[in-house]
């Protein structure tokens, strides 16, 4: 089955793109560039998923290393896992940056950490390639539809000439400053869901706890001031105890761990994330490492 839903894509120029990984987020992610029209080649660490992607998108290719993947491309667009695999696939004799051609653009949709960013940042300054860094919100389902919402760092010329493309899998595609900008807008989503998600199981244990029907009191509270995204989209999943919908608590704690290194960097106090933090790993001991980050009510009871 298909992990690319159906959109009505908007007429723009075909591009030259590469698309390195290919996992919940990448494959669709790529997928939509392709049907966008734009010539997309893939490269994935397994070749096996990247030629299933390319079975699935005909008229597009795979490589066998980032660098190939890049070669002739106008922009190159990677998701893959943290700082480090991201240096893997841009750096070195093989990695994407070999590959460029001089004035192509680099847009990094992994969450990582600002730092990072920067450094690559100007390591493309220097090599005469241009670096955005683009995070992601909105989960797998956001990258099947189409749908995602985007933060990013970098040079207004570059975000500028990416934009039309990347709007194949956004909703929103929205420059916030100078790079590493995009990485910390999206710590502060993530800092915003923690919180949220904390609150909303310690109010579903609650009304549970209460004899409350908690569906009903979701459906009312949903109509006022306690409404949130999380709330609607989760909470009755979590009222009957279940979280097999995306975005994992192993990699929350890989965000959240970004989040809190780089406070200890420029001095923010972040005590109820820093708590849920503690929280999701004690989550993470019960085996629930791939549950989905609502799963925090699973200490509660």
């Not at 723009?12 to 790529?30: C, D, E, H, S």
């Not at 893959?80 to 680099?106: E, Q, T, W």
Request: hydrophobic share 45%; net charge neutral.
């Amino acid at each position: 089955m298909s992990q690319i839903a159906a959109k009505t894509y908007e007429s723009t120029p075909a591009r030259q793109v590469a698309f390195i990984g290919l996992g919940v987020m990448g494959y669709p992610m790529a997928g939509h560039l392709a049907r966008a029209g734009h010539h997309v080649t893939v490269y994935n660490r397994s070749a096996a998923k990247a030629a299933a992607w390319a079975a699935e998108c005909p008229g597009n290719a795979s490589a066998p290393t980032p660098r190939e993947a890049a070669a002739g491309a106008d922009i190159v667009f990677a998701c893959v896992g943290n700082d480090a695999d991201l240096r893997s696939v841009v750096l070195g004799a093989d990695g994407a940056f070999a590959g460029m051609k001089p004035g192509a653009i680099f847009v990094d949709h992994t969450t990582a950490s600002a730092e990072v960013a920067r450094e690559l940042y100007a390591e493309a300054q220097k090599l005469g390639l241009h670096f955005v860094d683009a995070p992601v919100s909105g989960g797998q389902a956001g990258a099947q539809n189409g749908m995602l919402t985007v933060m990013c760092g970098g040079d207004a010329a570059a975000f500028d000439d990416v934009k039309p493309a990347a709007m194949a899998f956004s909703r929103a595609f929205t420059l916030l400053g100078a790079s590493g900008a995009g990485q910390l807008a999206k710590m502060v989503n993530q800092i915003c869901i923690a919180g949220l998600v904390q609150g909303l199981s310690e109010a579903i244990a609650f009304g549970q706890q209460a004899g409350l029907d908690m569906h009903q009191v979701l459906d009312v509270i949903g109509k006022g001031a306690a409404q949130s995204w999380q709330m609607d989209n989760r909470g009755k999943t979590m009222a009957d105890d279940k979280f097999e919908f995306g975005f994992a608590v192993d990699w929350m704690r890989k965000d959240l761990g970004l989040v809190l290194d780089e406070a200890k960097r420029n001095g923010a106090r972040l005590p109820v994330t820093a708590l849920v933090d503690q929280f999701y790993a004690d989550v993470q001991k019960m085996g629930g490492g791939r549950w989905d980050t609502s799963s925090l009510i699973r200490r509660l009871r």
